[in-house]
């Protein structure tokens, strides 16, 4: 298979940023009465926070205004990036390696765009991406494939010819989903994750180098 995009996705693959994100929804859910299962964690990774919160207050049927929560997390999450984001290491010197070997790329997260800015802006790579895609441009999140599907269009890519770097099992399968070339990054920041349907797992990010290479 020719690779000619390569798809990054931000949390926990760019960004070390799960730890953060999983202590700002513990914060605000339990603020709320609210206290996520393992599974629930588990199944987290990877998805858009409105999906996440909209399952556990649904699972729970209680009445509580979704959108309220969602702006109190974005504040406690973006009070966190400012103080303690930083990046995966490895993770931004190969972004810049696949600007120069040639290949397409983008950003493909499920992070609303406040998020995302919020993030990319701690890591100083607002403007190293030209494409960034998040989850408020989509209907659906991962496990769904549409994110990725609809960052291929916008690079001008077929699927097929895109690989997608991912950490979490819902990452995975919609990059699996969406037919394109999936690197699985087991991260010691994203635990739990099954990422048996990658097409390859790594456990340094800098290895997606020599997968490219092969791919190109």
């Known amino acids: 298979m020719k690779i000619k995009a390569v798809i990054f996705d931000l949390d926990g693959v760019i960004a070390d940023s799960e730890p953060i994100s999983g202590r700002a929804t513990d914060k605000v859910l339990g603020n709320h009465g609210i206290i996520l299962t393992k599974q629930e964690k588990k199944n987290a990774f990877g998805r858009r926070a409105v999906d996440i919160y909209s ?42 390696w696949v600007r120069n070997k040639g290949f397409r790329f983008a950003l493909g997260t499920s992070s609303p765009l406040e998020k995302m800015n919020a993030e990319t ?14 989850g408020e441009m989509v209907k ?11 960052t291929a269009e916008k690079l001008g890519v077929k699927p097929g010819h895109c690989a997608v770097i991912e950490d979490s099992e819902n990452g995975v ?44």
Request: positive net charge; charged residues 30%.
């Open 55 to 96: 399952d556990a207050v649904k699972a729970r049927n209680v009445n509580e205004d979704l959108e309220k929560m969602l702006q109190e997390r974005s504040e406690v999450f973006n009070r966190m990036v400012k103080e303690e984001l930083g990046p995966i290491r490895g993770s931004i010197e190969l972004v810049k």
């Open 121 to 134: 802006k701690k890591l100083g790579i607002s403007g190293l991406f030209p494409l960034k895609v998040n």
């Open 140 to 150: 659906r999140g991962k496990p769904f494939p549409d994110i990725f599907l609809k």
């Open 173 to 216: 399968k919609a990059a699996k989903a969406a037919g394109m070339f999936t690197i699985g990054f087991d991260s010691p920041h994203s635990p739990n994750q099954d990422l048996s349907m990658a097409d390859v797992v790594i456990d340094d990010i800098s290895k997606a180098k020599d997968i490219l290479s092969a791919s190109k």
